[in-house]
Each structure stands twice: as C-alpha cells, then as structure tokens.
C-alpha cells in the first residue's frame, strides 16, 4: 500500500470569518504545497463563540476564490440540499468551475443544522424528507451536467420536477466535477455514494468507525457492479500541531479545546506525533486525502508548519 497522502485545508467560516479572512487562508495553502481548499457551506456558528462578523455564503466565497487563486481546488464539505434548489445549484457550481478553471469539487448532504434553518428561514422539514430530496438532487444535478450539449433533460421525482432543460452552463471539468458524499448512514448514504460519488469523506470519527463505514460503501459499489476502488477514501479531522508541547497547549486553548481530548480525537501533538497518527489511519482505512479542520484562522504559521514538517512525509 502506497505511503502517500495528500492534505486539504478545511474551514469553518461560521465561526467567525470574513471573506478576506478565507482568501488570506487559501492563499497561503496554495503557497504551502496543499491540493484544495474547502469551507464548510453553514449559516449559523455553532457551540459558544460569537460568529461575529456574520456568515458567508460558501459558493459566494469560492466565487471569489476562483479567481484569486490559481492552482489549490475549491470545493464544500458539505453543501446543504435545504439551501437551495437543484437546478440553480448545478448552475452555480457548472460557473464556479468555470471561474477556477476546472478546480471545482462539489460536496452534498441533506442538511442537518436545524437551527441555522430556523435562523434564517429556510425550511427544515424531516429527516426521511431532507434525505428524499437530497437523493433527487443528486440524481438532477448529475444529469444536468451529463446531458449532451444541445440535448435536453427531464426528471419527475416526488419532490422535484425538471422539463426540456437546456442542462446549460456545462463546467469546465467533464464529464462533470468530482462529487463528494459522506456521512454514517448505514443503508441509504452507502447506495447513494456508490451511485454517484467521486470520494466518500467521513467527519470527525475514529479509525473502527471508518472502516466500518468505508467497508459498507465497498458492498453497496459490489450490489451495483461498481469497482470500489473508483471512490476515494478521505476524512476530516481536526489539527493542532505544534513544534513542542507550549506551542500545541497555545494552539489548543486558542480554539477553546483541551490537548488531551485533541488527542483522542484529532491530530494533535508534534509533528512525528501526528505523523504517526496518520500513518496508522493510512495503513488501516486506506484513505488518500485528509482534509485538516484548520479552526484558529489568524494563525497562517500552523498552516506552514504541517505543510514543512508533516505533509513531506506522506509524499
């Protein structure tokens, strides 16, 4: 099994980010070698912080990053299917690809936040509903990308319904971008995956958890002949790096976290430390990419860090 992995800068803007706050954090992962950029797509902080300034709108912001970057990919861990209407979506995503130049990856769930809905009006209705519409929005806007140029696509689900679309604008990447799914389904998020992912990402679980997860998608690609092997593996996971313990212990109380807990739960550690950790996570689950939940925004060193002294080990 090959020693390589690559890394991911993962943010959460609803915590409190400015889009200048983003744009510095994308850049400086582009200069530091990482392969993308992804934001979380949420409207409301969560836990005890302020929020403040206020929530950015996750394809606003990529947006914009398109063009002010030039090689890291852009993309969501996850888009939420409540926010917006399948059609409009696969427009806005085609564009955005358009804007970066094929750099573009489009991560979808069914939306689950159900504060930041009550927040700011968006409807919330059952789990089993969100879960139906998501699965028709998979199917929409992967058909509207697919269709041939100068066809049309039609869909009737139970929740949407699409006539004689032009399926126009096409992204730049084709046959389409790379789709994401994830999450701990045990049935129905392993099938859609098998369907129509590119990578299946798991947040914030332990290395049984993943496995067990990851060997679920593996059947539901085998019930459809699909070869598993076409789906990468990845997972996010919080980081705290820091070149002696001092420097971990600032860094953890900086996002309001515990070292130990960090531990358990995260990378956290020295850089050998965290390398250790993931050498166990590659071994065990085969992923191929991490994306690292990078939490404290100002501090663009303990970007650089783990690029320098973690990532060249996984080359």
């Not at 993931?278 to 071994?283: C, Y």
């Amino acid at each position: 099994m090959t020693n390589q992995l690559t890394f991911r800068i993962f943010t959460e803007p609803q915590q409190g980010a400015t889009y200048d706050d983003l744009l510095r954090v994308a850049r400086c992962a582009e200069n530091a070698g990482y392969d993308a950029f992804f934001r979380s797509d949420h409207y409301l902080k969560m836990g005890s912080v302020t929020g403040e300034p206020g929530p950015t709108d996750a394809w606003t912001t990529l947006a914009g990053l398109a063009r002010e970057t030039s090689r890291v990919r852009l993309g969501t861990l996850m888009t939420a299917a409540t926010f917006r209407q399948p059609g409009p979506l696969a427009i806005t995503v085609a564009q955005v690809d358009q804007m970066s130049g094929g750099r573009v990856e489009f991560g979808l769930g069914s939306g689950w936040y159900a504060e930041e809905h009550a927040a700011y009006g968006i409807p919330f209705p059952s789990l089993r509903e969100r879960f139906d519409r998501y699965a028709e929005q998979l199917e929409i806007i992967t058909g509207l990308w697919a269709t041939p140029q100068r066809q049309t696509y039609s869909f009737r689900g139970r929740y949407y319904e699409v006539v004689d679309s032009p399926a126009l604008p096409k992204p730049a990447q084709q046959p389409r971008p790379p789709v994401l799914v994830g999450g701990l389904g045990a049935k129905r998020t392993p099938a859609l995956a098998a369907r129509f992912a590119d990578e299946f990402n798991l947040p914030f679980v332990d290395v049984d958890t993943a496995c067990a997860q990851f060997e679920r998608v593996d059947a539901a690609c085998r019930e459809i002949g699909r070869d598993p092997g076409e789906i990468i593996r990845s997972v996010a996971l919080v980081v705290c790096v820091g070149r002696d313990e001092a420097e971990v212990a600032r860094r953890a109380d900086a996002i309001g976290r515990e070292v130990e807990e960090l531990r358990r739960n995260g990378l956290a550690g020295t850089p050998d430390e965290v390398g250790d950790k993931l050498a166990v996570w590659r071994e065990r689950t085969g992923i191929r990419r991490v994306y690292l939940q990078v939490l404290d925004l100002s501090d663009l060193d303990h970007i650089e860090l783990f690029a320098g002294e973690v990532a060249p080990r996984f080359r």
